[in-house]
């Protein structure tokens, strides 16, 4: 699971045969967004701000839902 350099986010993973991005906050809370596009994750780890891709092009945008546990 890569780390970011972020003030949003610690951790994102992204499972290409299931198109899930799952992304750790600093929180601690993971979620997960479904049926993303592997462009969308791309586009994350290359944002300048994370945070603001995220508010942009990911939140609102997919369903998701909150999970327990990282995936190993």
Do not use: H
Request: overall charge negative.
């Amino acid at each position: 699971m890569p780390e970011v350099q972020s003030s949003v986010m610690t951790f994102v993973q992204y499972d290409d045969e299931a198109r899930e991005l799952d992304i750790t906050f600093t929180s601690g809370k993971i979620y997960r967004y479904l049926d993303v596009p592997p462009a969308v994750y791309e586009e994350l780890l290359g944002a300048e701000s994370k945070g603001e891709y995220f508010n942009d092009c990911i939140k609102d945008e997919f369903a998701f839902a909150e999970v327990r546990r990282r995936r190993r």
